[in-house]
């Protein structure tokens, strides 16, 4: 049966479907393997992470279980949530790819002054105190900090976050695709009949 039919649009959509469940476990794997070995401090970073895994989870699971089922209604609400998650994706990441020097710097500065755990996550990390400015009068978790030695944390910083930007716009923008193609496979598989059905029941 060619690719136009029921049979392969339901494989293609539970394939999609496997691959957004097997990345949302990814993402709480992470998230949790960087706080249980102390990688990351920060509980709210951890947590949105975790939460962004669970929520992908669930929707890729309600995706999975209608298309094996053919339920129309719970692929119906799939496809509303996923074109809604592809229009929230598809800005953050062409905005991502579209900032430029100045605002990353004024962004930074905003996430560096709102959490004193990811100030500590960096200075620790990159060897470094302070954001612009190094003050020995203040405390400081980098291994330099005892000798005096070190540099603020912003420079370090700018040389890595515009290419993370990048790397972050470029993965979002193409999980993004991935979405607008699950939003017209479910489209197109929930007006399709199922040839091993009554065909009465579809209508």
Not at 12 to 30: D, H, K, P
Not at 125 to 138: D, I
Not at 145 to 173: D, R, T, Y
Request: hydrophobic fraction near 45%; charge should be neutral.
């Amino acid at each position: 049966m060619d690719c136009a039919g029921f049979t392969c649009s339901k494989h293609s959509l539970c394939a999609l479907n496997i691959l957004y469940v097997m990345v949302s476990l990814l993402m709480i794997g992470i998230a949790a393997w960087g706080k249980w070995f102390g990688l990351v401090s920060s509980f709210q970073v951890v947590g949105g992470i975790i939460g962004v895994g669970v929520f992908l989870f669930f929707v890729a699971l309600a995706g999975l279980i209608g298309a094996m089922k053919h339920h129309q209604v719970l692929l119906f609400f799939y496809m509303i949530i996923l074109f809604m998650v592809f229009i929230v994706q598809f800005s953050v990441s062409s905005a991502c790819l579209a900032i430029n020097r100045e605002q990353q710097d004024e962004l930074l500065e905003v996430g560096w002054n709102n959490s004193q755990s990811t100030q500590r996550d960096v200075e620790k990390s990159l060897n470094c105190c302070g954001f612009k400015h190094f003050y020995t009068n203040v405390t400081c978790d980098a291994a330099c900090f005892p000798n005096n030695s070190c540099s603020p944390c912003a420079n370090k910083i700018q040389e890595h976050a515009g290419e993370v930007l990048h790397f972050v716009g470029g993965i979002g923008l193409f999980f993004s695709f991935t979405e607008i193609l699950g939003v017209w496979l479910t489209y197109r598989y929930r007006n399709q009949k199922d040839p091993r059905a009554n065909p009465s029941a579809f209508l």
